[in-house]
C-alpha cells in the first residue's frame, strides 16, 4: 500500500452543527419590574437585552417564558413558547413600579419548571434572572433549573452585592449585562 497523504484541514472541511439536547431547551425569563429597576433606566436595558434573549431562543428553536415580578406579585406573561415573534411592542406594556417580590418571581418560575419537567423530562430548563438585586426577599433555588444565571442590573457607587451572593449560593452564573452582550 502507498504512503496516503494527509492534507491541512481547510474551512471547507469544518461544519457548524449546534449542539441542541434531545429533548429542547426551555430558557424561563425573570424580570424584575420593581420600582429600583426604573432608575437609570435599567428596566429599559433589561427589555432591551430580553428582545436579544429571545430572538437567540427563537434562532434555536428554543422553548422561552416570561415571568415578571414587581409591586406585590409575579405573574407569567409568555410561554412557554416557541417564540415566533418578539419586538418591543410585545414589552412596552411591561411597567415598572413598587417593591421588589423575588421570592414570588422564583415560585412562579418554580412552578413553571415544574410542569415542564413532567411534560418533557428530557428537555433542558434555563432560568435568567434579570434584577438589580434591591430585596431583602429570600427564595430557594428552583429544584428544576439545570443552570441559572444572574444577569444583574446593579450599578452605581453603593452596591449591595445580593446577585452575586446569591448566585454563588445557587451555584449559578453571575454576568452583567455588559458581559452578555460583548
Given at each position: 500500500?502507498?504512503?496516503?497523504?494527509?492534507?491541512?484541514?481547510?474551512?471547507?472541511?469544518?461544519?457548524?452543527?449546534?449542539?441542541?439536547?434531545?429533548g429542547g431547551v426551555l430558557h424561563c425569563f425573570v424580570?424584575?419590574?420593581?420600582?429600583?429597576?426604573?432608575?437609570?433606566?435599567?428596566?429599559?436595558?433589561?427589555?432591551?437585552?430580553?428582545?436579544?434573549?429571545?430572538?437567540?431562543?427563537?434562532?434555536?428553536?428554543?422553548?422561552?417564558?416570561?415571568?415578571?415580578?414587581?409591586?406585590?406579585?409575579?405573574?407569567?406573561?409568555?410561554?412557554?413558547?416557541?417564540?415566533?415573534?418578539?419586538?418591543?411592542?410585545?414589552?412596552?406594556?411591561?411597567?415598572?413600579?413598587?417593591?421588589?417580590?423575588?421570592?414570588?418571581?422564583?415560585?412562579?418560575?418554580?412552578?413553571?419548571?415544574?410542569?415542564?419537567?413532567?411534560r418533557k423530562p428530557a428537555q433542558q430548563r434555563w432560568?435568567?434572572?434579570?434584577?438589580?438585586?434591591?430585596?431583602?426577599?429570600?427564595?430557594?433555588?428552583?429544584?428544576?433549573?439545570?443552570?441559572?444565571?444572574?444577569?444583574?442590573?446593579?450599578?452605581?457607587?453603593?452596591?449591595?452585592?445580593?446577585?452575586?451572593?446569591?448566585?454563588?449560593?445557587?451555584?449559578?452564573?453571575?454576568?452583567?449585562?455588559?458581559?452578555?452582550?460583548?
Open positions: 500500500m502507498g504512503k496516503q497523504r494527509r492534507r491541512a484541514l481547510s474551512a471547507e472541511d469544518l461544519r457548524f452543527m449546534r449542539d441542541v439536547p434531545r424580570l424584575d419590574c420593581s420600582g429600583s429597576m426604573l432608575a437609570g433606566e435599567r428596566l429599559a436595558l433589561a427589555k432591551g437585552l430580553l428582545i436579544a434573549l429571545f430572538d437567540r431562543a427563537s434562532a434555536m428553536r428554543a422553548e422561552a417564558a416570561l415571568v415578571c415580578f414587581g409591586g406585590a406579585g409575579a405573574d407569567l406573561r409568555f410561554g412557554p413558547a416557541v417564540p415566533r415573534w418578539w419586538n418591543e411592542r410585545w414589552l412596552e406594556p411591561v411597567g415598572g413600579g413598587g417593591g421588589t417580590p423575588f421570592a414570588a418571581g422564583v415560585q412562579c418560575a418554580t412552578q413553571l419548571l415544574e410542569r415542564s419537567a413532567r432560568v435568567w434572572i434579570l434584577t438589580d438585586g434591591r430585596t431583602t426577599d429570600e427564595a430557594a433555588r428552583p429544584p428544576h433549573a439545570d443552570e441559572i444565571v444572574f444577569v444583574d442590573f446593579e450599578h452605581g457607587t453603593i452596591r449591595l452585592g445580593r446577585c452575586e451572593r446569591l448566585a454563588t449560593a445557587w451555584g449559578a452564573r453571575h454576568l452583567t449585562p455588559e458581559e452578555l452582550i460583548g
